[in-house]
Structure formats: C-alpha cells, structure tokens
C-alpha cells in the first residue's frame, strides 16, 4: 500500500514537472524580431498587444472572454484594433514554451477596472458600466493595459500599456505603448490612488498634462 501511495505522489509529481500547465492570472511576452507581443490574462478574460521592441510604436490589440482548453484559449472578442481589416469576432491562441513569463510581485489594483465616473469642475459626473462603449483598464501582476472600444460595434478608439508600481498611495505608469502618441513612450506617469467603497479613485495630471480626477469600477462579467 505504502509503495502504491509513494509510486502515485512520484507519478503526479512528474506530470507537474513536464506538463506545460498554466496557472490562471499570469502575464506572458515573446519578442519576434522587433515586434513584442504580451498576454494578460486572467481567469475569464484576455488581451493581447502588439508593439515594437525598438520605439514602442503601437501595432495591434484584441481581447475579451475565453474558453480555455489545455493551454489554448478561444476568445470572443469586444475589441479589436484591426476589425476594419480582419473582421475578426473570434480568435484562438496557444501559450507555448515561446511565451516567456513576465508576472512582477504586484497584485495592489489587480483587475479589469471600468471608468464609471469622473470631476469635471467640481460636477461628479457618472457612466453606465454596463453599456457597450467603454473605457477599461485592466491591471495584472505590475502590467497594465486601457482600451477605449465599443463591444457592440467593435469601435476602437485607443490603447496603451507597460508597467505599474504603486507605493505609498501613488500608482506609477510607466508607459511602453501608446496608440495615440509614441512620443509618450518611456514616459512615467504619477498619479494619487485611493480604494474606497470599492472604488478606485484615481487623480493626478494625463499624458497631456491635465488634470484628471476618474472613478474606476471592478468589471463584473453580465
């Protein structure tokens, strides 16, 4: 019985050990010549960005809910930066031994945040969460990426992402794609963040300059 139970645990051990598994809530990258492409992903939901390795210059993105089977996920998608192009409402991809993983120890803010208000003269002004055109920004593992989109008509109006540090109640961008300015790529972006009634509350000044005062909402999937 004993050499059974010891032949079962080295049994199981080894299919840990050769087997590709993925742990869910994980942030991937691979680098083909001067194209860098990153995963974020969670336990219901993914995107996938494209940018140069060289300027940071923005390329593509796509993302939404996933079916996953072994290491494949079958996405259907809300936005896509290229439906013009493709027409693309369903993609699959496969996280192989190419995909490097990059998750930093940083789970402060992790989620699919949606804008749900923001100050604009004092007036707090709110968003329906629940309609299709939004703004999302979705944190994982000290990366992040935003997506302006439309889930219904597949308008895409925007991304940007890299890496978050948050220290001492400010939340730190350190932008390394931008798909309305590459000019903005390297920039660091210092904001003041809060948690409140489950709320992120999010003030400092825009890649611009300007001054900005947003509520964000944990997405919650309908």
């Not at 492409?37 to 993105?61: H, M, P």
């Not at 990426?145 to 597949?154: E, L």
């Not at 825009?206 to 919650?220: C, D, F, L, M, Q």
Request: proline share 1%; glycine share 6%.
């Amino acid at each position: 019985m004993m050499n059974h139970l010891i032949l079962k645990g080295l049994t199981a051990f080894l299919l840990l050990l050769f087997t590709p598994v993925l742990i869910y809530s994980q942030v991937y990258e691979t680098q083909n010549e001067n194209k860098i492409s990153r995963i974020i992903f969670d336990n219901e939901y993914i995107v996938i960005s494209n940018f140069k390795a060289s300027s940071g210059e923005f390329l593509s993105t796509l993302g939404g809910y996933f079916e996953k089977e072994e290491n494949q996920f079958n996405i259907d998608l809300e936005f896509n930066s290229n439906y013009e192009i493709d027409s693309l409402k369903n993609y699959s991809i496969n996280i192989d031994s190419n995909w490097k993983k990059i998750s930093k120890n940083n789970d402060v803010l992790k989620g699919k945040w949606v804008m749900s208000g923001r100050y604009v003269n004092d007036e707090y002004r709110t968003r329906d969460v629940n309609l299709p055109r939004k703004t999302m920004k979705f944190l994982h593992d000290g990366f992040f990426q935003w997506i302006a989109f439309n889930s219904d008509t597949f308008a895409f109006s925007g991304s940007g992402g890299g890496e978050y540090e948050t220290i001492d109640g400010k939340y730190i961008e350190k932008i390394q794609y931008f798909s309305r300015d590459d000019s903005r790529v390297g920039a660091e972006l210092d904001f003041n963040f809060e948690l409140k009634d489950k709320n992120w509350i999010h003030s400092g000044l825009s890649s611009r300059g300007t001054p900005i005062n947003e509520v964000w909402t944990i997405r919650k999937k309908l």
